[in-house]
């Protein structure tokens, strides 16, 4: 599902074609999607040979953006310096960018007290997660690319303790949906049913070594 600024000009849109202005020479939407996750695949499998430095904060963010899409947009890894929003009817903002600095600090350091989720059984794992994950989701620190990117981090953060996330048994529609229901309901649920779906012991080969 794609984002939207606030109703001022979007400074990230080629004025010419109306796309995000992006180094692969895309005019048009379809175009960049589909560059996009040939590209990003690809981004994403050398990641988990060579992952970022795990320091489970903003800058862990940044650097797994910046790789993800540095092929891409060339503010791959920057900040985003606009207001968004989904663009479905009724959806709410997300964090305003004045704020994204500071609430980071505030949502890491929750993250940090509960010990990066490690040593929990699978059902106060799901329900931690789906509560970090809601905190994240809402930071949405980029312009574009916010849901690969925080998708490697947690499955990052599960592998390290003990768990996988196979996020090809849901749909991106599903994500999405309960995404918005944590966001705008402020019901958790639907994200925690979601994780019960994909949650599985981590593959031995995958675990970090000790």
């Known amino acids: ?32 999607a589909a ?9 994403t499998l050398q990641l ?3 992952p970022p430095a795990p320091t489970r904060g903003l800058a862990e963010l940044q650097a797994i953006h910046r790789h993800l899409f540095q092929d891409i947009y060339p503010w791959a890894g920057q900040l985003r310096t ?53 905190q994240v989701n809402y930071l949405h620190p980029f312009r574009e690319g916010n849901g690969r990117t925080q998708r ?11 768990w996988w996330l196979d996020w ?9 949906a309960a995404s918005r229901d944590a966001a705008e309901n402020h019901d958790l649920a639907t994200l925690q049913e979601m994780f019960a779906v994909i949650l599985t012991p981590a593959p031995q080969h995958r ?4």
């Open 1 to 32: 599902m794609s984002e939207a600024p606030s109703p001022h000009r979007d400074p990230y849109l080629d004025p010419h074609t109306g796309v995000l202005t992006n180094l692969i020479g895309a005019r048009t939407a379809t175009e960049l």
């Open 35 to 43: 560059a996009e996750a040939d590209l990003v695949v690809v981004r």
């Open 48 to 50: 988990w040979r060579h």
């Open 82 to 134: 606009v207001d968004l929003r989904k663009t479905v009817p009724g959806a709410q903002p997300f964090l305003p960018v004045s704020m994204i600095a500071r609430s980071a600090g505030f949502v890491f350091d929750q993250l940090r007290q509960d010990r990066y989720l490690q040593h929990l059984d699978r059902d106060r794992f799901i329900e931690r997660l789906a509560y970090h994950y809601d």
């Open 152 to 162: 490697f981090f947690f499955d990052s953060l599960a592998v390290a303790a003990g």
């Open 168 to 176: 090809a048994q849901v749909t991106g529609a599903v994500n999405d």
């Open 207 to 210: 675990r970090p070594r000790s």
